[in-house]
C-alpha cells in the first residue's frame, strides 16, 4: 500500500478525488499527510491511543480527517461507490458535487465480503465511471497464504458485472526478463505455481532461488539457463519485483482508467515488501527488531533517533510534497442556512390509520408546506417502495435517474406506481440489498460534510431486516452520516407472514445503537411528529440519525385523544418527541401499564376492563425508550438526557407497579420500573413468530387483553 498510496497521492489523485483507504494502510495516510502538512508532527506517537490517532481511518475520530472512515471489512471498499452516487445527486439538484474520481483501496480478502459483491453488481454502478477500486492483491490473509487465490475468476466476475478490469502483474524488471529467450517459459512457471510456493521463494537466498525457481516441468531448462546468468542480487530483486510495486506499471494502469464505466485494478503486491518480514505467512502483526529497524532506516535515509522529520526544505522529495499538497488542496464550501423543518403540519387524524401510511402522507405534506425542505428530502428503497408506503411520494417527486428514461406505463391507466426516471427524481430504487441501502444512506447522510449541502435521506426497509443491514449501518453512523431508517411492517402484527417476517430483537437494537434515536409511534399523529423531529435533527454539525419502526395495523385514532386547547396539543407534541406521554390518567390507579406503538389498543382495553374490575391504571404510551433511558442515566450522573421527561411522566407521586408490553422483546421497556424502583411484569416477543389472525398471535405470545390484565393483577392482587 505505501507504493500504491505514494503513487495516487504524489502523481495522480486531484482535489475533487476521494479515497477510501484499506483500513491497515491508516499509517500510510497519516505519514503522507504529516509530509504534506496537514498533521502535526505531535500525532504521530498516538497511533491506537486515547485520543490519538485512530487504528483504522476514521472522519469523526482523526485530526487529519479522511474521505471515508474504515475498519469494518468490504464496507469501506463499497462506499465510494455510494459517495459517487451521493455526488452525483447532490450535484445533478443542486451544484457543487464536483466531478472528481472515488477511489478504494481494497485487500485482496476483503473481495470474499458478500457487501463488496452486492455492491458490484448493483444495475446502477455500472454506470459510474468515476469509481475506482485498487485490490493490494498479496495473497495472504490474517492467518495464512491463501492457496488459490482466484485472481483470474475476480477478473471474470467484475467484467461481467461491467467493470474494466485492469492487471498489475508484474514489473519492469521481470517484464524485460520475459522478453528474453527463455522469458515466456519464466512467465509461465511464475503463472502456474501456486500462491503459497511463489511466497516461499521469497524468503529464499540467491542460491536457493536457483534451485527452487526451475521447478521439475518441462519448463525448467529454460529458466535455469535464463536465471543462470543474472548476479544474486538481481535474481532476489527480480523475484520481487510485482507491478504493485513498480511505479512505472502503477502509472501505466491509472492512465488506462476508462471513465465511462468503474474500473477494477488488480495490483499484484507482496505483504512486507522491503522488510525481513516479507512474504512470511505469519507477517501480519510482525514487528523489526531493533537491528531491522535501524538497517530500515538507514536504506531511507533516516535516524532511528529522528524518525519523524520532513524531507530537508529545497530537496526534490520535499518539492515533490508541496506541489502535490499544493494540488491536492481543497476549497472550502460556503456553509448554508440552516433548514427550518416544520414541528407540526396541523392535521388532527380521524377514523381508522396506520403509522407506515403516515410515512407516505408525512412527506407529501412537508413538500407541500415546505418546499425548500421537501426538496432535500431523498428517499431510498430496496425494490419495496409500494409495500412501504412511498408510492404517493415517488409518483409526486420521480425516480433519481443519471439519464432522463422513457415511462412506458404513463398512459396505462392501471398503473399505479409510475416509474419517471430522471435527474431531477428524488427517489432511489436500489436492487434487493438491504447492506446497499444502508451503504448509500449513509453517504447521502454525509452530504452537509463533504460539499456544505444537506440532504434529508430516509431509506425503508421491512423491518426484520434491519438485522441484516445493521452493521453498514451502524458504521454508516459512526462514519458520521446522518439519515433516518424504517423499518415497516414490523413485529409479529404482521401475522400473517409468519416468523420469517416478524422482527424481535428491533425495538432493542434501536435502543441500543450510539448516534441514533429510536421512535416507534402508535398513533399517526405520533408518527408524524417524531418524522418531523428527525428529519429536523439531519444534515448538521451535533446532528443524528434516527430509526422509525411502523406499523400496518390499522388503529382507530380516537384513541390517541389529541388535544384541541393548541398549547395542551404543543406540550403533547414536545412528549411525544422526548419519548413518552400520560395517554390515559386515572384518578387513584393501582398500577402503570406502559406500551409501545401497535399493541396499544391492548393496553387501553385492558386498562377499561381492570378499572371494571377496582384496580385503576394509567397508561403511558412510550414512543422513544432510548431517549427515557439516557434520561434515566443522567439522573444517575452517567449520560446525558432530558430529566424532565422522567419526572413528567413517571413522577414518583404516581409510582405503582408497572407493566409493560410492546411487539418486541420484552427488555426493551424493561428498564422503565427502576425509574421509581417499582415491581414490574414485561411483556412482549421473545420467541419466534407463527402465522395466523391477529387476536391468534397475540394471544400466543402474551400480548393479548386477558395477559396483560392477569400481569397486572398478579402484581396489584
Not at 416 to 442: D, K, Y
Not at 677 to 692: E, Y
Request: with cysteine.
Amino acid at each position: 500500500m505505501v507504493s500504491i498510496m505514494t503513487s495516487l497521492w504524489l502523481k495522480h489523485l486531484g482535489p475533487d478525488d476521494r479515497v477510501s483507504v484499506k483500513p491497515h494502510a491508516s499509517p500510510v495516510l497519516h505519514a503522507i499527510n504529516f509530509l504534506f502538512g496537514a498533521l502535526e508532527a505531535g500525532y504521530l506517537t498516538t497511533l491506537r491511543e486515547f485520543g490519538g490517532l485512530q487504528s483504522y481511518p476514521s472522519r469523526s475520530k482523526d485530526p487529519d480527517r479522511p474521505d471515508y472512515s474504515t475498519g469494518s471489512v468490504g464496507i469501506g471498499a463499497a462506499a465510494p461507490i455510494w459517495g459517487s452516487l451521493a455526488r452525483r445527486y447532490v450535484e445533478s439538484q443542486f451544484g457543487g458535487g464536483g466531478y472528481g474520481r472515488q477511489f478504494s483501496l481494497v485487500g485482496d480478502a476483503e473481495l470474499d465480503e458478500g457487501a463488496c459483491w452486492e455492491a458490484i453488481l448493483d444495475p446502477m454502478v455500472a454506470e459510474l465511471g468515476e469509481v475506482v477500486w485498487i485490490v493490494d492483491l498479496n495473497r495472504q490473509s490474517l492467518d495464512r497464504i491463501m492457496p488459490i487465490m482466484g485472481a483470474h475468476r475476480f477478473e471474470q466476475m467484475f467484467a461481467a458485472a461491467g467493470w474494466q478490469v485492469v492487471t498489475v502483474k508484474y514489473g519492469s524488471t521481470l517484464t524485460e526478463l520475459f522478453s528474453r529467450e527463455g522469458g515466456s517459459s519464466l512467465k509461465r512457471r511464475i503463472d502456474e505455481m501456486p500462491n503459497p510456493e511463489y511466497q516461499r521463494l521469497l524468503r529464499c537466498s540467491a542460491s536457493e532461488l536457483r534451485e527452487r525457481l526451475p521447478g521439475e516441468s518441462d519448463l525448467a531448462g529454460d529458466v535455469r539457463s535464463l536465471i543462470e546468468a543474472l548476479p544474486d542480487a538481481d535474481l532476489v530483486g527480480a523475484i520481487r519485483n510485482l507491478g504493485g510495486h513498480d511505479a512505472s506499471a502503477l502509472d501505466r494502469a491509472f492512465e488506462e482508467i476508462d471513465d465511462t464505466r468503474p474500473t477494477v485494478i488488480f495490483a499484484y503486491t507482496i505483504k512486507g515488501y522491503g522488510l525481513a518480514s516479507a512474504g512470511h505467512p505469519q507477517n501480519h502483526s510482525a514487528l523489526l527488531s531493533a537491528e531491522q529497524f535501524a538497517g530500515l532506516a538507514s536504506e531511507s535515509g533516516m535516524s532511528p533517533d529522528d524518525p519523524w522529520h520532513r524531507f530537508a526544505p529545497g530537496s526534490r522529495e520535499a518539492q515533490l510534497c508541496d506541489e502535490a499538497a499544493r494540488r491536492l488542496r481543497r476549497s472550502t464550501p460556503e456553509a448554508l442556512e440552516p433548514m427550518v423543518v416544520p414541528i407540526d403540519l396541523g392535521r388532527t387524524p380521524t377514523g381508522v390509520g396506520t403509522t407506515q401510511a403516515a410515512l407516505g402522507r408525512t412527506l407529501l405534506d412537508v413538500n407541500r408546506e415546505a418546499p425548500s425542505v421537501g426538496k432535500r428530502i431523498v428517499t431510498v428503497s430496496p425494490d419495496v417502495s409500494s409495500s412501504t408506503n412511498l408510492a404517493g411520494w415517488v409518483n409526486k417527486v420521480g425516480v433519481w435517474s443519471q439519464t432522463k428514461r422513457e415511462d412506458w406505463f404513463s398512459d396505462d391507466a392501471e398503473t399505479i406506481l409510475h416509474w419517471r426516471e430522471a435527474p431531477t427524481g428524488q427517489h432511489f430504487e436500489l436492487g434487493i440489498a438491504e447492506t446497499n441501502l444502508v451503504g448509500l444512506l449513509g453517504e447521502l447522510g454525509s452530504t452537509w460534510d463533504r460539499w456544505s449541502q444537506p440532504l434529508l435521506p430516509v431509506g425503508v426497509l421491512y423491518d426484520p431486516f434491519v438485522e441484516r443491514a445493521l452493521e453498514p449501518w451502524s458504521f454508516g453512523i459512526y462514519a458520521g452520516g446522518q439519515s433516518i431508517l424504517v423499518g415497516t411492517p414490523s413485529g409479529v402484527t404482521l401475522a400473517a407472514e409468519g416468523g420469517a417476517h416478524q422482527s424481535i430483537k428491533t425495538p432493542s437494537i434501536g435502543l441500543e445503537q450510539p448516534g441514533c434515536l429510536s421512535y416507534e409511534p402508535a398513533f399517526v399523529l405520533d408518527a408524524e411528529w417524531t418524522l418531523l423531529a428527525s428529519l429536523a435533527r439531519l444534515g448538521h454539525p451535533g446532528g443524528s440519525s434516527a430509526y422509525i419502526r411502523l406499523s400496518t395495523r390499522p388503529i382507530d385514532q380516537e384513541l390517541a385523544k389529541v388535544p384541541t386547547d393548541l398549547a395542551a396539543r404543543e406540550r403533547r407534541r414536545k412528549h411525544v418527541v422526548a419519548g413518552a406521554y400520560l395517554l390515559k390518567r386515572h384518578d387513584n390507579p393501582a398500577l402503570t401499564i406502559c406500551a409501545m406503538g401497535a399493541v396499544l389498543p391492548e393496553a387501553l382495553e385492558a386498562a377499561r376492563r381492570l378499572d371494571l374490575m377496582g384496580f385503576g391504571a394509567d397508561v403511558v404510551c412510550v414512543t422513544n425508550a432510548g431517549l427515557l433511558f439516557e434520561a434515566l442515566q443522567a439522573r444517575r450522573g452517567l449520560d446525558q438526557g432530558d430529566e424532565w421527561i422522567l419526572s413528567s411522566v413517571f413522577s414518583s407521586e404516581r409510582a405503582r407497579p408497572m407493566v409493560t408490553l410492546l411487539d418486541g422483546h420484552p427488555h426493551t421497556l424493561g428498564f422503565l420500573a427502576g425509574i421509581n424502583g417499582v415491581k414490574a411484569t414485561n411483556l412482549g416477543v421473545s420467541k419466534f413468530g407463527q402465522s395466523g389472525d391477529l387476536e391468534s398471535v397475540y394471544k400466543y405470545h402474551g400480548l393479548d387483553v386477558q395477559t396483560v390484565i392477569g400481569a397486572g393483577l398478579d402484581l396489584v392482587d
